[in-house]
C-alpha cells in the first residue's frame, strides 16, 4: 500500500526523520509506536504531503506523493487535535468535506452518513456551531470526518486521546471491521493495551530511526513480552544499554 | 466567480461563511457605518471624504494584518485538514484568500456606501472622490490581507507572527513619514526626487494616500513623497502610475504569499 525509501526530514538543525525505510500492508492495521518527539507525527504528515521531505521518496498505492492531490481522495485523516472553524456548525463541515470529496452531480449524502453519525452519537450536535461543542465531541466529529468517505486507507494520529469510553470503544470496533473490509489503517497512539487489540503490525520510532517494523506476534515472540507496553520498554531498554 | 478552480470556490464559501459569523467583522463593519455617518452628520460631504482617507489609510491596513493573522491562526488545524483532502496548496490557498479578502472588502464598502446614500450625494466630483476611496480601500485590502498570509508563514510561533504583523503596520502606516524624513535630512543636499519617488512606490499605504489626494485635489496633506510624486506627474498620469504601481502590490504579496504556502510544512 506504501513504500517509503530513504525519508529524510530536517526542521532547522534538528533531524527528526533520519532515513526511513517502510513498507506498510494492505489490509492491515499499523501501528506506530515512540516516545513523544520520535518523528511519528511527521511521518504521517509526509505520508499526507502535510509536511515536505528533504530526501527520499513515499508511494501511496503506486502514485508517488510530490504534489500531486488525487491520492489523497482515498485517504481518511484524523489529526491529533481536531479543530474547526469556530463559527460552522458540524454539519457545516461534514457538507463542505463532502463537497470537496464527491464528483460534481453526486448524491447528497453518502449512505453511510446516517450510520456513522448515530454510533457516535453525534446528531444532536451537528447543528451547533464548533465553538461550543466539548473535546470530545469535536475529536468524534473528526472520526466521523475520516470514515466519512469510504477511504482505503485511513491515518489516525492518537485518535481516541480526548474520547469518552463508549465512544472509544465504537471506534476500535470501527476499526477493526473495517480492516476485515480490506482497509488498510495506520495508527499512533500512546495507549498501548490499546494498540495491542488493534495492530497487525508495529513500527517502532526512535530518535527519527526505526527501531522495529514488523509484525505484532514477531516482536512479542522475539521480546518474550507479556504485552507491548513491555515488549516496547524492553527495546527501549536495550537502546539504552546498547 | 470565473477563473477561480471550483475547490477554491468552495473553499471560499464555508470560509465566507465562518468569517461572516465573527464578531470582528460586524465589529468593522459598524465601525466605519458610525464613523462615517457621524463624519458626515457633523462636517458634510467633503470634510467627511477628507477625514475618511486618513482613517481608512490608517484602520484598513491594521485589521487586514491583524484580522487575518489570528484568523489563519484559528485556521491553522482546519488548513492540515484540508491539505489532507484531495485539495492542491493552491486551490486552499485561493479559497482561504478570498474568503478573507472579500468579507473585509465588503464590510469596508458596506460601512462608508450606505452612510452616503442614506444622506444622499448630489455633487457628481463628490460620488466620484467616494468611488476612488472604496477602490482604494479595496485595493488596501487585498494587499495588506496577502502580507497577513506572508506573516503567517513566516514563523510557527504565534507571539511571533502578531509581532510582524503589527510590526508591518507600524512601518507602513505610522513609522514610514518619520524614515522618508530622516532620509531627506541626512541627503537634503543631493538630487533625491527619484530615491523619492522610489520609497512611495516600495509602501502601498503612502501610494494610496497619493492616489487619493490627487483624487482630491489636497497636496498639503500628501506628506514629503507625495509632494515629490505631484510635481513629477500631476493629472491623469500620475493617477495612472501610482494605480498601476498600488496594482502591482495588490498581486505581488498574493504571489509572494502563494509560493510561501506551497513550500510551507504543516
Redesign the interface.
Known amino acids: 500500500m506504501i513504500e517509503i525509501a530513504g525519508l529524510v526530514k530536517r526542521?532547522g538543525a534538528q533531524e527528526v526523520l533520519r532515513g526511513i525505510d517502510l513498507h506498510i500492508r494492505r489490509g492491515r492495521v499499523t501501528a506506530i509506536v515512540g516516545p513523544n518527539g520520535a518523528g511519528k507525527t511527521t511521518l504521517i504528515?509526509i505520508i499526507?504531503?502535510?509536511?515536505?521531505a528533504d530526501a527520499g521518496r513515499v508511494v501511496v498505492d503506486g502514485a508517488p506523493v510530490d504534489?500531486e492531490?488525487?491520492?489523497?481522495?482515498r485517504?481518511g485523516?484524523m489529526?491529533q487535535?481536531?479543530?474547526?472553524?469556530?463559527?460552522?456548525t458540524g454539519a457545516?463541515?461534514l457538507a463542505?468535506?463532502g463537497?470537496?470529496?464527491r464528483e460534481?452531480g453526486a448524491v447528497r449524502r453518502l449512505p453511510g452518513q446516517e450510520a456513522l453519525i448515530e454510533q457516535f452519537a453525534l446528531a444532536p450536535f451537528l447543528s451547533r456551531?464548533v465553538r461550543a461543542l466539548s473535546g470530545g465531541t469535536r475529536q468524534k466529529l473528526?472520526a466521523v470526518?475520516a470514515f466519512l468517505f469510504d477511504p482505503d486507507l485511513l491515518?489516525l494520529d492518537e485518535p481516541t486521546a480526548g474520547l469518552d469510553p463508549v465512544a472509544s470503544g465504537v471506534f476500535k470496533d470501527r476499526i477493526l471491521a473495517e480492516r476485515d473490509e480490506g482497509r488498510t489503517f495506520i495508527l499512533s497512539s500512546h495507549f498501548m493495551n490499546e494498540l495491542q487489540e488493534l495492530a497487525d503490525d508495529v513500527v517502532f520510532l526512535l530518535d527519527g530511526r526505526i527501531r522495529f517494523a514488523g509484525a505484532l506476534h514477531d516482536l512479542m515472540r522475539s521480546t518474550r513480552q507479556a504485552n507491548l507496553g513491555r515488549a516496547i520498554s524492553h527495546l527501549l531498554s536495550r537502546e539504552v544499554a546498547a | 466567480m470565473i477563473g477561480v478552480p471550483a475547490a477554491s470556490r468552495k473553499i471560499m464559501t464555508y470560509e465566507l461563511r465562518d468569517v461572516a459569523r465573527s464578531r470582528w467583522l460586524i465589529a468593522y463593519t459598524l465601525f466605519f457605518l458610525a464613523v462615517t455617518d457621524a463624519l458626515l452628520r457633523f462636517g458634510g460631504a467633503g470634510k467627511a471624504l477628507v477625514s475618511l482617507v486618513s482613517i481608512t489609510l490608517f484602520v484598513i491596513p491594521l485589521v487586514a494584518l491583524v484580522f487575518g493573522t489570528v484568523y489563519l491562526d484559528n485556521a491553522r488545524d482546519f488548513t492540515e485538514l484540508l491539505l489532507a483532502q484531495p485539495v492542491t496548496r493552491r486551490q486552499l490557498f485561493g479559497g482561504l484568500y478570498l474568503g478573507l479578502a472579500l468579507p473585509l472588502g465588503a464590510a469596508f464598502a458596506v460601512g462608508v456606501l450606505v452612510p452616503f446614500a442614506l444622506h444622499g450625494l448630489e455633487d457628481p466630483a463628490q460620488r466620484a472622490s467616494v468611488a476612488v476611496l472604496v477602490l482604494v480601500g479595496l485595493a488596501l485590502t487585498c494587499v495588506f490581507t496577502a502580507l497577513a498570509f506572508v506573516v503567517a508563514s513566516l514563523s510557527d510561533d504565534r507571539l511571533k507572527r502578531m509581532a510582524a504583523a503589527i510590526g508591518v503596520w507600524l512601518l507602513v502606516a505610522v513609522l514610514y513619514d518619520g524614515i522618508v524624513l530622516v532620509v531627506v535630512m541626512l541627503f537634503g543636499d543631493r538630487a533625491i526626487e527619484r530615491p523619492m519617488l522610489g520609497l512611495m512606490i516600495a509602501n502601498p499605504v503612502d501610494l494610496a494616500r497619493v492616489l487619493l489626494l490627487l483624487q482630491f485635489d489636497l497636496s498639503a496633506l500628501m506628506g514629503y513623497t507625495g509632494a515629490v510624486f505631484q510635481r513629477f506627474f500631476s493629472g491623469a498620469r500620475g493617477t495612472a502610475i501610482a494605480a498601476s504601481a498600488l496594482a502591482v502590490w495588490v498581486v505581488a504579496p498574493v504571489l509572494f504569499g502563494l509560493r510561501m504556502f506551497e513550500r510551507r510544512d504543516f
Do not use: H, T, W
Open positions: 526542521y504528515k499526507l504531503g502535510l509536511v515536505r504534489g492531490c488525487a491520492y489523497r481522495a485517504i485523516y489529526p487535535l481536531a479543530r474547526f472553524p469556530q463559527n460552522l457545516e463541515l463542505m468535506l463537497d470537496l470529496r460534481p456551531p473528526s470526518m491515518i
